[in-house]
Protein backbone atom coordinates (compact mmCIF):
# COMPACT_ATOMS: atom_id res chain seq x y z
CA UNK A 1 0.00 0.00 0.00
CA UNK A 2 2.50 2.30 0.57
CA UNK A 3 4.53 1.56 -2.23
CA UNK A 4 1.76 1.91 -4.55
CA UNK A 5 0.75 5.81 -2.56
CA UNK A 6 4.54 5.92 -3.28
CA UNK A 7 4.18 5.33 -6.85
CA UNK A 8 0.69 7.40 -7.06
CA UNK A 9 2.59 10.59 -5.35
CA UNK A 10 5.01 10.17 -7.86
CA UNK A 11 3.02 10.03 -10.78
CA UNK A 12 0.80 13.07 -9.78
CA UNK A 13 4.06 15.31 -9.48
CA UNK A 14 4.95 14.03 -13.56
CA UNK A 15 7.22 10.99 -12.45
CA UNK A 16 6.55 8.14 -14.45
CA UNK A 17 8.19 4.75 -14.28
CA UNK A 18 8.56 4.80 -18.94
CA UNK A 19 9.33 8.73 -18.20
CA UNK A 20 13.17 8.16 -19.42
CA UNK A 21 12.38 6.04 -22.00
CA UNK A 22 9.77 8.22 -23.14
CA UNK A 23 12.29 11.17 -23.31
CA UNK A 24 14.79 9.10 -25.39
CA UNK A 25 12.02 7.82 -28.15
CA UNK A 26 11.37 12.11 -28.48
CA UNK A 27 14.77 12.65 -29.04
CA UNK A 28 14.90 10.12 -31.77
CA UNK A 29 12.64 11.56 -34.69
CA UNK A 30 12.93 12.34 -38.10
CA UNK A 31 13.33 16.19 -37.26
CA UNK A 32 16.35 15.82 -34.92
CA UNK A 33 17.73 13.08 -37.19
CA UNK A 34 17.88 15.49 -40.21
CA UNK A 35 19.44 18.13 -38.08
CA UNK A 36 22.09 15.64 -36.67
CA UNK A 37 22.90 14.57 -40.46
CA UNK A 38 22.62 18.19 -41.63
CA UNK A 39 25.77 19.31 -38.84
CA UNK A 40 27.57 16.12 -39.61
CA UNK A 41 27.62 17.37 -43.06
CA UNK A 42 28.43 21.12 -41.90
CA UNK A 43 31.23 19.68 -39.88
CA UNK A 44 32.78 17.32 -42.51
CA UNK A 45 33.14 19.46 -45.43
CA UNK A 46 34.72 22.35 -44.19
CA UNK A 47 37.32 20.37 -41.48
CA UNK A 48 37.72 16.92 -43.30
CA UNK A 49 37.09 17.15 -46.92
CA UNK A 50 39.30 19.45 -49.54
CA UNK A 51 37.20 22.10 -51.09
CA UNK A 52 35.74 20.72 -54.04
CA UNK A 53 37.89 22.19 -57.06
CA UNK A 54 35.43 23.55 -58.93
CA UNK A 55 33.51 25.24 -56.08
CA UNK A 56 36.84 26.92 -55.23
CA UNK A 57 37.50 28.03 -58.66
CA UNK A 58 33.94 29.26 -58.39
CA UNK A 59 35.06 31.44 -55.37
CA UNK A 60 37.96 32.52 -57.21
CA UNK A 61 35.93 33.51 -60.13
CA UNK A 62 33.63 35.77 -57.63
CA UNK A 63 36.62 37.43 -55.63
CA UNK A 64 38.21 38.34 -59.02
CA UNK A 65 34.77 39.58 -60.42
CA UNK A 66 34.81 41.79 -57.13
CA UNK A 67 38.23 43.56 -57.41
CA UNK A 68 36.73 44.78 -60.91
CA UNK A 69 37.63 41.91 -63.55
CA UNK A 70 35.55 41.06 -66.43
CA UNK A 71 33.62 37.89 -67.16
CA UNK A 72 34.29 36.39 -70.33
CA UNK A 73 36.74 39.32 -70.85
CA UNK A 74 39.62 38.80 -68.17
CA UNK A 75 38.19 35.75 -66.62
CA UNK A 76 37.09 32.71 -69.35
CA UNK A 77 34.58 30.54 -67.91
CA UNK A 78 33.03 28.12 -69.43
CA UNK A 79 29.38 27.72 -68.24
CA UNK A 80 26.96 30.78 -68.40
CA UNK A 81 26.84 33.66 -65.54
CA UNK A 82 24.60 31.86 -63.03
CA UNK A 83 27.02 29.62 -62.19
CA UNK A 84 29.26 32.12 -61.23
CA UNK A 85 25.92 33.54 -58.92
CA UNK A 86 25.63 31.20 -56.92
CA UNK A 87 28.52 31.54 -54.71
CA UNK A 88 28.56 35.32 -55.18
CA UNK A 89 26.75 35.25 -51.49
CA UNK A 90 29.47 33.33 -49.96
CA UNK A 91 32.15 35.12 -51.04
CA UNK A 92 30.46 38.69 -50.49
CA UNK A 93 30.24 36.64 -46.81
CA UNK A 94 33.77 36.55 -46.70
CA UNK A 95 34.66 40.61 -48.04
CA UNK A 96 32.27 41.78 -45.09
CA UNK A 97 32.90 39.02 -42.41
CA UNK A 98 36.67 37.92 -42.89
CA UNK A 99 35.15 34.42 -42.13
CA UNK A 100 36.35 31.89 -45.75
CA UNK A 101 33.37 31.70 -47.50
CA UNK A 102 33.92 28.08 -47.77
CA UNK A 103 32.89 28.22 -43.73
CA UNK A 104 29.40 29.82 -45.06
CA UNK A 105 29.02 27.17 -48.10
CA UNK A 106 29.60 24.59 -45.43
CA UNK A 107 26.78 26.07 -42.84
CA UNK A 108 24.37 26.99 -45.83
CA UNK A 109 23.78 24.52 -48.03
CA UNK A 110 22.96 21.99 -45.13
CA UNK A 111 20.83 25.14 -43.80
CA UNK A 112 19.36 25.43 -47.41
CA UNK A 113 18.53 21.62 -47.35
CA UNK A 114 16.82 21.55 -44.68
CA UNK A 115 14.64 24.68 -45.25
CA UNK A 116 14.13 22.19 -48.89
CA UNK A 117 12.72 19.28 -47.13
CA UNK A 118 10.59 21.05 -44.44
CA UNK A 119 9.61 22.66 -46.88
CA UNK A 120 8.69 19.48 -48.88
CA UNK A 121 6.97 18.25 -45.64
CA UNK A 122 4.97 20.88 -45.32
CA UNK A 123 3.67 20.39 -49.25
CA UNK A 124 2.98 17.10 -48.47
CA UNK A 125 1.03 16.97 -45.05
CA UNK A 126 -1.72 17.56 -47.17
CA UNK A 127 -1.73 14.29 -48.80
CA UNK A 128 -3.29 10.81 -46.96
CA UNK A 129 -0.54 8.43 -47.59
CA UNK A 130 2.52 10.77 -46.41
CA UNK A 131 1.17 11.70 -42.96
CA UNK A 132 1.40 8.27 -41.47
CA UNK A 133 4.36 8.70 -39.09
CA UNK A 134 7.00 6.62 -41.06
CA UNK A 135 7.16 8.87 -43.48
CA UNK A 136 8.14 11.41 -41.45
CA UNK A 137 11.77 9.40 -41.85
CA UNK A 138 11.82 10.18 -45.22
CA UNK A 139 13.29 13.88 -44.36
CA UNK A 140 16.28 12.33 -43.30
CA UNK A 141 17.09 10.44 -45.73
CA UNK A 142 16.43 13.29 -48.52
CA UNK A 143 18.70 15.33 -46.33
CA UNK A 144 21.15 12.67 -46.39
CA UNK A 145 20.91 11.92 -49.68
CA UNK A 146 21.36 15.31 -51.31
CA UNK A 147 23.85 16.76 -48.95
CA UNK A 148 26.70 13.69 -48.89
CA UNK A 149 25.91 10.72 -51.40
CA UNK A 150 28.60 12.56 -53.41
CA UNK A 151 31.13 13.98 -50.29
CA UNK A 152 33.79 14.85 -52.82
CA UNK A 153 32.12 17.23 -55.03
CA UNK A 154 29.89 19.14 -51.82
CA UNK A 155 28.78 22.75 -53.00
CA UNK A 156 28.42 21.63 -56.85
CA UNK A 157 25.81 23.46 -58.59
CA UNK A 158 24.29 19.98 -59.27
CA UNK A 159 23.74 19.79 -55.73
CA UNK A 160 22.27 23.21 -55.23
CA UNK A 161 19.82 22.57 -58.07
CA UNK A 162 18.53 19.31 -56.44
CA UNK A 163 18.07 20.71 -53.32
CA UNK A 164 16.05 23.72 -55.17
CA UNK A 165 13.58 21.33 -57.33
CA UNK A 166 12.64 19.53 -54.57
CA UNK A 167 9.29 21.22 -53.63
CA UNK A 168 8.60 21.80 -57.02
CA UNK A 169 8.62 17.63 -57.10
CA UNK A 170 7.01 17.26 -54.12
CA UNK A 171 3.94 20.29 -55.24
CA UNK A 172 3.83 18.27 -58.54
CA UNK A 173 3.31 15.11 -56.16
CA UNK A 174 0.80 16.59 -54.23
CA UNK A 175 -1.00 18.36 -56.49
CA UNK A 176 -1.08 15.11 -58.41
CA UNK A 177 -3.48 13.68 -55.17
CA UNK A 178 -6.67 16.44 -55.89
CA UNK A 179 -9.04 16.37 -58.44
CA UNK A 180 -8.64 19.94 -59.52
CA UNK A 181 -4.78 19.86 -59.05
CA UNK A 182 -4.83 22.30 -56.13
CA UNK A 183 -2.45 22.13 -53.29
CA UNK A 184 -0.28 24.39 -51.32
CA UNK A 185 -0.11 27.84 -50.42
CA UNK A 186 0.99 30.89 -52.59
CA UNK A 187 4.02 30.57 -50.81
CA UNK A 188 5.04 27.23 -51.58
CA UNK A 189 3.86 28.14 -55.16
CA UNK A 190 6.34 30.91 -55.40
CA UNK A 191 9.71 28.83 -53.43
CA UNK A 192 8.91 26.01 -55.64
CA UNK A 193 9.04 27.94 -59.09
CA UNK A 194 11.85 30.18 -58.12
CA UNK A 195 13.86 26.56 -57.13
CA UNK A 196 12.52 25.51 -60.70
CA UNK A 197 14.00 28.39 -62.33
CA UNK A 198 17.38 27.72 -60.57
CA UNK A 199 17.66 24.03 -61.59
CA UNK A 200 17.41 24.96 -65.36
CA UNK A 201 19.39 27.92 -64.85
CA UNK A 202 22.66 25.88 -64.08
CA UNK A 203 22.66 23.59 -66.45
CA UNK A 204 20.45 24.81 -69.75
CA UNK A 205 18.92 24.23 -71.88
CA UNK A 206 19.12 20.29 -71.66
CA UNK A 207 17.79 20.37 -67.53
CA UNK A 208 14.58 21.88 -68.69
CA UNK A 209 14.05 18.21 -69.10
CA UNK A 210 13.91 16.96 -66.41
CA UNK A 211 11.04 19.12 -65.24
CA UNK A 212 9.49 18.83 -68.59
CA UNK A 213 9.14 15.23 -68.69
CA UNK A 214 7.13 14.11 -65.22
CA UNK A 215 4.84 17.22 -66.35
CA UNK A 216 4.48 16.05 -69.84
CA UNK A 217 3.89 12.37 -68.06
CA UNK A 218 1.35 13.86 -65.70
CA UNK A 219 -0.65 15.35 -68.31
CA UNK A 220 -1.01 12.13 -69.85
CA UNK A 221 -2.05 10.37 -67.26
CA UNK A 222 -4.31 12.61 -66.14
CA UNK A 223 -5.26 13.59 -69.89
CA UNK A 224 -5.25 17.65 -68.75
CA UNK A 225 -3.19 20.37 -69.61
CA UNK A 226 -2.92 21.49 -65.85
CA UNK A 227 0.25 20.58 -64.91
CA UNK A 228 1.71 22.71 -67.52
CA UNK A 229 0.08 25.46 -66.34
CA UNK A 230 0.53 25.74 -62.64
CA UNK A 231 1.69 28.71 -61.05
CA UNK A 232 4.96 27.49 -60.26
CA UNK A 233 5.56 26.40 -63.92
CA UNK A 234 4.67 29.53 -65.50
CA UNK A 235 6.76 31.41 -62.87
CA UNK A 236 9.75 29.39 -63.15
CA UNK A 237 9.61 29.75 -66.99
CA UNK A 238 9.47 33.62 -66.49
CA UNK A 239 12.70 33.77 -64.41
CA UNK A 240 14.34 31.61 -66.60
CA UNK A 241 13.57 33.37 -69.81
CA UNK A 242 14.36 36.51 -67.76
CA UNK A 243 18.05 35.05 -67.09
CA UNK A 244 18.71 34.14 -70.41
CA UNK A 245 17.70 37.48 -71.82
CA UNK A 246 20.36 39.02 -69.37
CA UNK A 247 22.40 36.67 -70.55
CA UNK A 248 21.90 38.22 -74.41
CA UNK A 249 22.18 41.59 -73.59
CA UNK A 250 25.35 41.90 -70.68
CA UNK A 251 27.26 38.68 -71.88
CA UNK A 252 27.50 39.02 -75.65
CA UNK A 253 31.19 38.03 -75.16
CA UNK A 254 29.30 34.31 -73.99
CA UNK A 255 27.87 33.85 -77.10
CA UNK A 256 30.32 35.67 -79.26
CA UNK A 257 33.92 34.81 -78.44
CA UNK A 258 33.25 31.43 -75.40
CA UNK A 259 30.34 29.44 -77.60
CA UNK A 260 33.12 29.27 -80.40
CA UNK A 261 35.44 27.71 -78.76
CA UNK A 262 32.89 25.26 -77.13
CA UNK A 263 31.82 23.96 -80.11
CA UNK A 264 35.34 23.37 -81.37
CA UNK A 265 37.11 21.90 -78.22
CA UNK A 266 34.81 21.52 -75.42
CA UNK A 267 31.84 19.86 -76.31
CA UNK A 268 32.73 17.16 -79.02
CA UNK A 269 35.11 15.58 -76.73
CA UNK A 270 32.65 13.25 -75.54
CA UNK A 271 32.78 10.33 -74.28
CA UNK A 272 30.70 6.89 -75.94
CA UNK A 273 27.74 6.90 -74.85
CA UNK A 274 28.71 2.79 -73.68
CA UNK A 275 31.34 4.23 -71.92
CA UNK A 276 31.47 3.22 -68.31
CA UNK A 277 31.62 6.52 -66.80
CA UNK A 278 28.33 7.34 -68.65
CA UNK A 279 26.64 4.10 -68.29
CA UNK A 280 27.27 3.44 -64.76
CA UNK A 281 24.56 5.87 -63.54
CA UNK A 282 21.98 5.33 -66.29
CA UNK A 283 22.02 1.24 -65.50
CA UNK A 284 21.90 2.11 -62.04
CA UNK A 285 18.65 4.28 -62.81
CA UNK A 286 17.20 1.30 -64.68
CA UNK A 287 18.11 -1.13 -61.74
CA UNK A 288 16.44 1.90 -59.34
CA UNK A 289 13.23 1.27 -61.45
CA UNK A 290 13.38 -2.07 -61.84
CA UNK A 291 13.50 -2.40 -58.41
CA UNK A 292 10.18 -0.14 -57.21
CA UNK A 293 8.57 -1.82 -59.95
CA UNK A 294 9.22 -5.44 -58.58
CA UNK A 295 8.09 -4.10 -54.87
CA UNK A 296 5.02 -2.46 -56.39
CA UNK A 297 3.95 -6.26 -57.48
CA UNK A 298 1.07 -7.30 -57.99
CA UNK A 299 -0.14 -3.73 -57.58
CA UNK A 300 0.83 -0.40 -59.89
CA UNK A 301 4.10 1.75 -58.31
CA UNK A 302 3.49 4.44 -56.28
CA UNK A 303 2.27 7.73 -59.23
CA UNK A 304 5.21 9.78 -56.05
CA UNK A 305 8.06 7.51 -56.76
CA UNK A 306 6.81 7.16 -60.71
CA UNK A 307 6.88 11.18 -61.11
CA UNK A 308 10.84 10.94 -59.30
CA UNK A 309 12.11 8.67 -61.77
CA UNK A 310 10.97 10.42 -64.40
CA UNK A 311 12.54 13.82 -63.32
CA UNK A 312 15.54 11.70 -62.69
CA UNK A 313 14.91 9.99 -66.32
CA UNK A 314 14.68 13.69 -67.58
CA UNK A 315 17.73 14.12 -66.90
CA UNK A 316 19.26 11.42 -68.59
CA UNK A 317 19.66 13.40 -72.13
CA UNK A 318 21.62 16.47 -70.70
CA UNK A 319 23.93 14.12 -68.81
CA UNK A 320 24.64 11.91 -71.84
CA UNK A 321 24.93 15.65 -74.40
CA UNK A 322 27.83 16.50 -72.15
CA UNK A 323 29.32 13.10 -72.55
CA UNK A 324 31.87 13.89 -69.57
CA UNK A 325 31.02 11.10 -67.39
CA UNK A 326 31.54 13.41 -64.42
CA UNK A 327 30.34 11.83 -61.44
CA UNK A 328 29.00 15.30 -60.10
CA UNK A 329 26.70 15.14 -63.30
CA UNK A 330 24.85 12.20 -62.42
CA UNK A 331 23.92 13.75 -59.03
CA UNK A 332 20.08 14.27 -60.07
CA UNK A 333 20.06 10.69 -62.00
CA UNK A 334 21.19 9.71 -58.50
CA UNK A 335 19.67 11.85 -56.18
CA UNK A 336 15.81 11.31 -57.84
CA UNK A 337 16.26 7.40 -58.43
CA UNK A 338 17.13 6.97 -54.90
CA UNK A 339 14.37 8.84 -53.50
CA UNK A 340 12.11 7.32 -55.82
CA UNK A 341 12.65 4.26 -54.79
CA UNK A 342 12.58 5.12 -51.16
CA UNK A 343 8.78 6.49 -51.76
CA UNK A 344 7.86 3.10 -53.18
CA UNK A 345 9.59 1.52 -49.97
CA UNK A 346 7.34 3.70 -48.13
CA UNK A 347 4.51 2.58 -49.14
CA UNK A 348 4.87 -1.19 -49.20
CA UNK A 349 2.35 -3.02 -46.72
CA UNK A 350 3.81 -5.27 -43.25
CA UNK A 351 6.51 -7.36 -44.19
CA UNK A 352 4.23 -10.73 -43.43
CA UNK A 353 2.42 -9.34 -46.29
CA UNK A 354 5.25 -9.33 -49.34
CA UNK A 355 4.87 -11.47 -51.89
CA UNK A 356 8.60 -13.15 -52.31
CA UNK A 357 9.15 -10.85 -55.44
CA UNK A 358 9.04 -8.11 -53.34
CA UNK A 359 11.26 -9.17 -50.57
CA UNK A 360 13.35 -9.98 -52.96
CA UNK A 361 13.18 -6.66 -54.77
CA UNK A 362 13.70 -4.81 -51.22
CA UNK A 363 16.68 -6.49 -50.60
CA UNK A 364 17.79 -5.74 -53.96
CA UNK A 365 17.02 -1.95 -53.62
CA UNK A 366 18.32 -1.89 -49.89
CA UNK A 367 21.82 -3.28 -51.17
CA UNK A 368 21.77 -0.81 -54.27
CA UNK A 369 21.15 2.14 -51.82
CA UNK A 370 23.76 0.62 -49.30
CA UNK A 371 26.37 0.51 -52.04
CA UNK A 372 25.94 4.25 -53.28
CA UNK A 373 26.14 5.19 -49.72
CA UNK A 374 29.36 2.98 -48.80
CA UNK A 375 30.97 4.23 -52.21
CA UNK A 376 29.83 7.73 -51.15
CA UNK A 377 31.62 6.94 -47.47
CA UNK A 378 34.83 5.74 -49.51
CA UNK A 379 34.98 8.75 -51.87
CA UNK A 380 34.84 11.09 -48.47
CA UNK A 381 37.74 9.20 -46.89
CA UNK A 382 39.98 9.48 -50.32
CA UNK A 383 39.08 12.82 -50.46
CA UNK A 384 40.07 13.61 -46.40
CA UNK A 385 43.70 11.71 -47.28
CA UNK A 386 43.72 14.29 -50.22
CA UNK A 387 43.17 17.25 -47.98
CA UNK A 388 46.40 16.56 -45.85
CA UNK A 389 48.36 16.08 -49.62
CA UNK A 390 47.05 19.93 -50.32
CA UNK A 391 48.44 20.63 -47.01
CA UNK A 392 52.06 19.38 -47.70
CA UNK A 393 51.95 21.54 -50.89
CA UNK A 394 50.15 24.74 -49.21
CA UNK A 395 53.65 24.52 -46.52
CA UNK A 396 56.01 23.72 -49.18
CA UNK A 397 54.96 27.11 -51.26
CA UNK A 398 54.37 29.18 -48.17
CA UNK A 399 57.71 28.59 -46.68
CA UNK A 400 58.92 30.85 -50.02
CA UNK A 401 56.22 33.22 -50.19
CA UNK A 402 53.16 34.90 -48.60
CA UNK A 403 50.03 35.57 -50.33
CA UNK A 404 51.10 34.77 -53.72
CA UNK A 405 50.04 35.34 -57.23
CA UNK A 406 49.15 31.79 -58.79
CA UNK A 407 48.72 31.00 -62.68
CA UNK A 408 48.25 27.53 -64.57
CA UNK A 409 49.10 25.53 -67.24
CA UNK A 410 47.95 22.50 -66.06
CA UNK A 411 45.53 20.73 -68.31
CA UNK A 412 43.06 19.74 -65.36
CA UNK A 413 42.30 22.32 -62.50
CA UNK A 414 42.97 19.41 -60.25
CA UNK A 415 44.62 20.84 -56.99
CA UNK A 416 44.71 24.10 -58.41
CA UNK A 417 42.09 25.92 -57.10
CA UNK A 418 41.42 24.51 -53.56
CA UNK A 419 45.28 25.28 -53.25
CA UNK A 420 45.09 28.87 -54.17
CA UNK A 421 42.89 29.29 -51.66
CA UNK A 422 44.70 27.70 -48.74
CA UNK A 423 47.33 29.73 -49.71
CA UNK A 424 45.31 32.48 -50.06
CA UNK A 425 46.70 33.51 -53.50
CA UNK A 426 45.24 35.98 -55.82
CA UNK A 427 45.02 33.92 -59.52
CA UNK A 428 45.61 35.69 -62.60
CA UNK A 429 45.31 33.41 -65.32
CA UNK A 430 42.67 33.94 -68.01
CA UNK A 431 41.56 30.05 -67.98
CA UNK A 432 41.00 28.15 -65.11
CA UNK A 433 43.19 25.29 -66.67
CA UNK A 434 44.85 24.52 -70.74
CA UNK A 435 41.95 21.71 -71.06
CA UNK A 436 41.53 23.19 -74.87
CA UNK A 437 45.11 21.50 -75.07
CA UNK A 438 44.26 18.27 -73.31
CA UNK A 439 41.26 18.25 -75.73
CA UNK A 440 42.51 18.77 -78.62
CA UNK A 441 45.19 15.81 -77.96
CA UNK A 442 41.98 13.45 -77.17
CA UNK A 443 40.33 14.56 -80.34
CA UNK A 444 43.50 14.44 -82.75
CA UNK A 445 43.89 10.83 -81.42
CA UNK A 446 40.24 9.89 -83.45
CA UNK A 447 40.71 12.19 -85.94
CA UNK A 448 41.55 12.44 -89.60
CA UNK A 449 44.26 14.06 -91.37
CA UNK A 450 42.59 17.11 -92.12
CA UNK A 451 41.19 17.73 -88.63
CA UNK A 452 44.66 16.42 -87.12
CA UNK A 453 46.07 19.81 -88.54
CA UNK A 454 43.36 21.62 -87.61
CA UNK A 455 43.46 20.43 -83.91
CA UNK A 456 46.94 21.15 -83.68
CA UNK A 457 47.12 24.67 -84.89
CA UNK A 458 44.37 25.56 -82.22
CA UNK A 459 46.01 23.25 -79.72
CA UNK A 460 49.38 25.38 -80.35
CA UNK A 461 47.83 28.82 -80.09
CA UNK A 462 46.41 28.18 -77.06
CA UNK A 463 50.05 27.22 -75.53
CA UNK A 464 51.42 30.34 -76.60
CA UNK A 465 48.93 32.16 -75.41
CA UNK A 466 49.02 30.72 -71.86
CA UNK A 467 52.88 31.41 -72.34
CA UNK A 468 52.74 35.00 -73.55
CA UNK A 469 50.05 35.48 -70.34
CA UNK A 470 52.75 34.24 -67.90
CA UNK A 471 55.52 36.40 -69.39
CA UNK A 472 53.34 39.30 -69.09
CA UNK A 473 51.88 38.36 -65.96
CA UNK A 474 55.03 37.13 -63.99
CA UNK A 475 53.58 35.20 -61.59
CA UNK A 476 54.48 34.02 -58.23
CA UNK A 477 53.91 30.25 -58.24
CA UNK A 478 52.91 28.73 -61.53
CA UNK A 479 50.69 25.10 -61.56
CA UNK A 480 51.51 22.56 -63.97
CA UNK A 481 50.75 18.97 -64.78
CA UNK A 482 51.43 16.79 -61.94
CA UNK A 483 53.56 13.67 -62.08
CA UNK A 484 50.97 11.72 -63.94
CA UNK A 485 51.69 12.43 -67.76
CA UNK A 486 49.21 13.07 -70.22
CA UNK A 487 48.86 13.69 -73.93
CA UNK A 488 48.07 17.51 -73.29
CA UNK A 489 50.99 18.27 -70.46
CA UNK A 490 53.40 16.64 -72.64
CA UNK A 491 53.06 18.96 -75.58
CA UNK A 492 52.98 21.80 -73.03
CA UNK A 493 55.96 20.49 -70.84
CA UNK A 494 58.25 20.31 -74.23
CA UNK A 495 56.46 23.26 -76.06
CA UNK A 496 59.74 25.56 -76.76
CA UNK A 497 57.44 28.68 -75.59
CA UNK A 498 56.58 27.60 -72.30
CA UNK A 499 59.83 26.43 -71.74
CA UNK A 500 61.07 29.79 -71.86
CA UNK A 501 58.33 31.40 -69.94
CA UNK A 502 60.13 29.11 -67.46
CA UNK A 503 63.24 30.03 -67.59
CA UNK A 504 63.03 31.68 -64.23
CA UNK A 505 61.17 29.62 -62.28
CA UNK A 506 62.28 26.82 -59.89
CA UNK A 507 60.05 22.87 -59.03
CA UNK A 508 59.82 23.73 -55.17
CA UNK A 509 56.82 20.66 -54.73
CA UNK A 510 55.51 17.77 -57.24
CA UNK A 511 53.10 15.07 -56.85
CA UNK A 512 51.04 13.15 -58.81
CA UNK A 513 48.28 15.91 -59.02
CA UNK A 514 50.36 19.12 -59.82
CA UNK A 515 54.04 20.27 -60.15
CA UNK A 516 54.81 23.54 -58.25
CA UNK A 517 57.21 26.39 -60.39
CA UNK A 518 58.17 29.24 -58.18
CA UNK A 519 59.78 32.58 -59.14
CA UNK A 520 63.62 31.59 -59.24
CA UNK A 521 64.09 35.15 -57.40
CA UNK A 522 62.06 34.06 -54.23
CA UNK A 523 63.07 30.68 -54.33
CA UNK A 524 66.76 32.86 -53.82
CA UNK A 525 65.20 35.13 -51.75
CA UNK A 526 63.62 32.81 -49.28
CA UNK A 527 67.39 30.29 -49.20
CA UNK A 528 68.90 33.62 -48.07
CA UNK A 529 66.80 34.19 -45.03
CA UNK A 530 67.17 30.78 -44.09
CA UNK A 531 71.02 30.92 -43.98
Given at each position: M???S???????R????S?????????V????A?L??A???????????????????L???????????????????T?????????M??T????F???????????????????S??????I?Q???????P??????????????Y??P??????E???????L??????I?????????S????????????A?????I????????????????C????S????????????????????????????????????????L??????G???????????????????A?????????????????L???G??P?????G?GW???????????????C???????????????????VA????????????????G???????A???????A???????????????????????T?MIE???????A?????????????A???????????????HI????????????????A???????????????????V????Y?VV??????????R??L?A???????
Amino acid sequence: MGANSNNTDMTARGYSPSHSGVDRRRLVNPSNASLLIAALVAWLSYAVVPGNVDVTYLIVVCNRLLDGAGLYVDVIETNPPFSVWLYMPFTLGERFTGVPAELFLSLGIPAFALASVALCARILQAVDRFSAPRFGWLAPVAVAAVLYLFPGNFGQREQIGIIALLPWLALLIARDTTSDFHSGSTFAHVLAGAGAAVFVMIKPPFAVLALALPTVGLCFMRRSLRPLLTVEALLGAAITLAYLAVVAVFYRAFFTDLMPMLAELYLPARKGILHGDLARPVAGLFILAAVAFAVARPGRIDRGAALLFLAALGYVPCYLWMGKGWDYQAMPIHVFGMLGLCVQLWTVPRYREWASTARLAVAAGIFLVIGLVAAGIGQGVLEASQKAELGRTRDAIAAHVARPTVASVATRMQAAFPLTRMIEGRYQSRYASLWAVENAETMMAAAGSADVERLRSLRDRHIADAAAELQQLRPDVILAGGSRKTAGQAAISTNSVIQVALENYRVVYRNSAATIWLRSDLVASSAAVAD
